[in-house]
């Protein structure tokens, strides 16, 4: 059931990257003989999407099994394996896209990840981090509902994630020794009338993430403040969420950071 909700979380993550996501796939240059590994897998949402589309092979590593259990069943169409993307368990330039989604703030060491990543990808290959969130440049409007950015950076990093690795995936790309390195930034956009299926999803996640933060009535309180802003047609609420790409060197040397 725990997988289950992770999944619909997931699922729900993907529809804010879907519009660059595309975008990217068309750099990848997909043909029936590509190779392309996802990291940090999770439930499958990515990995089946490129699966389906059935112009590629697709592997998918989770270091949580569960997860990891959960893909293969949602996605027969892919390769699932339980690894740590510090030490992926796949011989030198097997692949020729490795990428990642809602990942690297997640782990120990993004550096070593990025040169796991290289590795395993053939010269000339594409890395591609394709969202990676900032709180830290985090925008709520209207100002009652500034502190819930604060909470939730805070809370993502009590549970172990970096809520600034947007902001350092270009300096990471680069210094990972990528080649033609291009970091961007995803829009926002709001529309006038509020998703209440997407509203009460995203609140169940803050339930969630923001338990040991806040009281049961703080909790009431911010979500009706929310929800007035939103049906007047008011309420921003941007997380800048980064993406880079970059091309494996021929003489690949990784930083073995
Ligand atoms: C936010 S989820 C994203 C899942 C998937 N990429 C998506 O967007 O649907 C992050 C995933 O990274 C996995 N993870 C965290 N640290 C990891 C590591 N060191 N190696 C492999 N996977 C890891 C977690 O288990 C989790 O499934």
């Known amino acids: 059931m725990r997988m ?34 996802e990291v940090g897998s999770g439930t499958g949402v990515i ?7 059935g112009s590629a092979h697709v592997y998918g590593v989770d270091i949580d099994r569960h997860a990891a259990a959960y893909a293969f069943t949602y996605d027969p169409d892919s390769n699932y394996g339980i690894a740590d993307g510090h030490r992926l368990p796949f011989k030198e330039g ?15 060491n993004p550096n070593r990840i990025l040169d796991e990543m290289i590795r395993v990808t053939r010269p000339g290959g594409m890395l591609a981090a394709i969202a990676e969130p900032d709180y830290g440049g985090r925008i709520d409007h209207p100002s009652t509902l500034v502190a819930l950015g604060t909470l939730q950076a805070r809370a993502l990093e009590s549970h172990g994630a970096d809520p600034r ?20 930034v995803l829009a926002g956009e709001w529309r006038s009338s509020p998703d209440e299926e997407a509203f009460d999803s995203e609140w169940e996640m803050l339930r969630e993430d923001l338990g ?24 921003i609420l941007y997380v800048p969420t980064f993406y880079a790409v970059g091309i494996v060197a021929n003489d690949k040397k990784t930083s073995n950071a």
């Not at 879907?18 to 590994?37: C, D, G, K, V």
């Not at 990995?47 to 589309?53: H, I, P, Q």
Request: aromatic residues 12%; glycine residues 4%; proline residues 1%.
């Open 4 to 37: 289950h909700k992770l999944h619909q979380r997931y699922q729900l993550q993907a529809t804010w990257t879907a519009p660059n996501r595309r975008r990217l796939y068309a750099t990848f240059n997909l043909q029936h003989s590509t190779r392309i590994l």
């Open 47 to 53: 990995t089946r999407e490129l699966s389906s589309s």
């Open 94 to 108: 097997v692949f020729d896209v490795a990428l990642c989604h809602y990942f690297l703030l997640w782990v120990a």
């Open 165 to 184: 690795m947007g902001r350092k995936l270009r300096a990471l790309f680069s210094q990972a020794g990528l080649q033609s390195v291009f970091a961007g």
């Open 212 to 235: 040991s933060e806040l009281s049961e009535q703080e909790y009431k309180d911010f979500r009706r403040l929310d929800h007035e802003a939103t049906e007047q047609g008011e309420r």
